[in-house]
């Protein structure tokens, strides 16, 4: 059981795909324009990568070296696919505003990422928390980037069609820097220099 | 031929990969630290973009739409994908060594490199025929590779640069592209 | 001779794989599948009834949608336009009271810029359309009834000549297939 936190703890902070190991960007910059877009991106994620890291984990001793990636890979598009299919069924306008990035989740670096470096040398309750904890630490990155991106880009923060608050002046002269594309990039230098700079993170 | 135009400059400037739909980027930061790799990996990435298009399109048209199955489009592309980049691999290894010295290394991260899988998803949901489909992926793929020549030769200066401490590497690789951006940004509203 | 040391075993393990991947994939769509076509149509019904709320049903006829009150009245015609924007297509549906005027319009999608071009999916913009015949629908500045947005002109015009364009087309289509 410690180990579960362990390796719960370890994907939130040390190894925060994001900040940390800086992977899995597109998804994280190209859906960070609301909360409600990352928040449908983690629950994506999180199904695939907890999937994949179960499956994986199990047959892992069965699995022959030479068709370890193929196998993964197939893995990995499978749940992809059901992801995919599920969203458009309950969820169709989420499925369109994260449009292709959600399919996309089948190159996403951290998926394949987990599957070759942890879920295939662990067993099963430990490739589970480490599925959670990755997801969190993702899921964290996302939501403080899309909440600086939709605060300053439009003055507004909504989460599932309700407004939280909005930010006097903001609302109506909005930083439009911030929503366009080049905003993600603006968002994500300053987020990782800070954290540098703090000494939260190394180089 | 004005469609053909539109499609090209769309994807190459307007919607850039990396700048406007973050397509590729993971390889995007990790390559584009010089030059010459910048170029390479353009080339390759735009050369498996092309082929892509085509075998996925020729698959989607004569396979997964005839038999009402296009909702398995995300594993078969993927896997043509991972098929035709060890192809070309093998290929190149066989025949040219100074071209496989020169791609060799770059050519397995191209697998999961989103900007190929993005372009076979984009041409099946634009719905796009097969020459439009090869000129998206041009567009693509060369509007992928300007950005990175771009981006390395800004970063080739940069390390001559004394930034702060904390800025250093990631975060003013991350300012740079932001700045392109909005560069480009100014290329709206041309089609 | 054991299986797992077999030559053929990784590709047996492989196909296996696969095959069971399809099956999952198969199952989920055969779920799924009523549900996804259920809601394109009711997408489109419900843009058509926000749109009409006196609409009770609608036939479909070269891309047009004909559109009918409870007593079988004719109420008005509805169709899809695209207009070329700022950052790509801009997917219009356009609601016509006669052959003559506009009902409402409304954005279905779109990828102008935020904060500006995409203003043209604002209430402001849209309810301008109101009740507008078709050949006033330009903007102000070339004589029509239509504000542009400030800042955001190939946005607007593009949406403005979109809906004038496809309107007449369509008015044309239709007094040609009545004759």
Known sequence: MVRFWRELIKGVVISNPVFALVLGLCPTLAVSTSLDNALGMTAGVLFVLLGSNIIISLIRKAVPNIVRIPVFIVVIATFVTVINLLFHAYVPSLYESLGIYLPLIVVNCIVLGRAEAFASKNPISSSIADAIGITIGFALALIIISFFRALLGTGNISVLGRNLFSFPGLTKDPIVLFILPSGAFLVIALLLALFRWTGVMKE | MSRFITIFVSLAVINNFILVRFLGLCSFFGVSKKLSDALSMGLAVTLVMVVAAVVTWLINHSVLIPFGVEYMNIIIFILVIASLVQMVELYIKRTNMTLYNAFGIYLPLITVNCAVLGITLINASENYSIAESIVAALGGGVGYAIVLIIMSGIREKLELTDPPKSMRGLPVAFLTAMLLGLAFFGFGGMV | ?179
């Open chain 3, 1 to 179: 001779m054991k299986l797992s040391t077999s030559r053929f075993y990784p590709i047996i393990l492989l196909t296996i794989v696969v095959f069971l991947s399809v099956v999952l994939i198969i199952a989920t769509n055969t779920i799924t599948q009523g549900r996804i076509q259920d809601q394109q149509a009711q997408q489109i019904q419900g843009m058509l009834k926000k749109m009409f709320p006196d609409m009770d049903k609608y036939t479909l006829q070269n891309e047009i949608y004909t559109l009918y009150a409870t007593d079988q009245a004719r109420i008005g015609y509805a169709f899809l336009a695209t207009g070329k924007g700022y950052g790509g297509d801009i997917s219009i549906l356009i609601g016509l009271e006669n052959e003559t005027t506009v009902k409402a319009i409304s954005i279905i999608s779109q990828s102008e810029t935020p904060g500006l071009g995409d203003r043209i999916t604002g209430s402001s913009f849209l309810n301008q359309f109101d009740g507008v015949s078709i050949d006033s629908v330009k903007l102000k500045r070339n004589g029509g009834q239509i504000d542009a947005i400030t800042g955001s002109t190939i946005s607007s015009s593009a949406v403005v000549n979109a809906v004038r364009i496809t309107a007449l087309e369509k008015v044309q289509a239709l007094s040609a297939t009545s004759k």
